[in-house]
């Protein structure tokens, strides 16, 4: 049974999210279904690459995951259609894609959008909905689009790395107002090398040590972990980090005075 993902910025008070589902329905029953989030945040690329990037890893090989996030950030002459690690991802062609993967992708092709017709979120799933249905009955994927095509490439926002320190940005504040950095524990463990290390946010908060769940700590005293995606997380035991320290997500509308709150430093020593 053809597996599917839906990960979009709508929002769950529309009703795109269910004529999407039934869209896909419509071209073939048998789709099944799945969504990852409709809250990704508009026009926020950073947070939009960590969350289908952390989610997509758990999925399958061989699903296909439709991302509807910023589709007309310019009026669409092609979407994209990649397949990476085993797994198909369709896309805008907005530079969303090469930040998910924070690599070239394997394979990708372009879908054409016809210009003189009408265009809307339910057009541009219809050509998704398409391709994925000739992906299911055995295409090869170089004969659904338009082989080799130039897309938009933007950098995925990493943490530079020294061989004494860190640098990170905030990337995402959860539900719980837990800060999520782009530190990842591989790249922590490699620049690291067995040393001691202090974390430092907000110029004077500090941690130094890694724990492995919440309650390593007393309720209220601030830590750090790995979270399920493999990302430093700063938190506080039932408490609000991000509320509590004056935390902000990192965005390309941050003024200077803003990005002392977004970076999270690791000293090593």
Known sequence: MPLITLTSDIGSPDYLVGAIKAKLLQINPEF????????VPAYNFSQSAYLCRSAFRNFPTQTCHLILVDLFDKKPEQLLLAFHQQQYILCADNGLLSMILEETPEIVIGLPVNTNATINTLSLVKIMGEAVNKITRGDSIKDIGIADVSFEEKRALLPLITDTSIEGHIIFIDSFENVITNISRKQFEEA?????????FKRDEIIVRISETYADVREGEKLALFNSADYLEIAINKGNAAGL????GFSDKATQAQLTYQKVKIHFD
Do not use: E, P, T, W
């Not at 099944?32 to 809250?39: E, L, R, V």
């Not at 690291?192 to 974390?199: P, T, V, W």
């Not at 320290?245 to 902000?248: I, N, S």
């Open 192 to 200: 690291r090398k067995g040393r001691n290390f202090s974390i430092v």
């Open 245 to 248: 320290f004056g935390l902000r």
């Open 32 to 39: 099944q279904i799945i969504d990852i989030s409709h809250h």
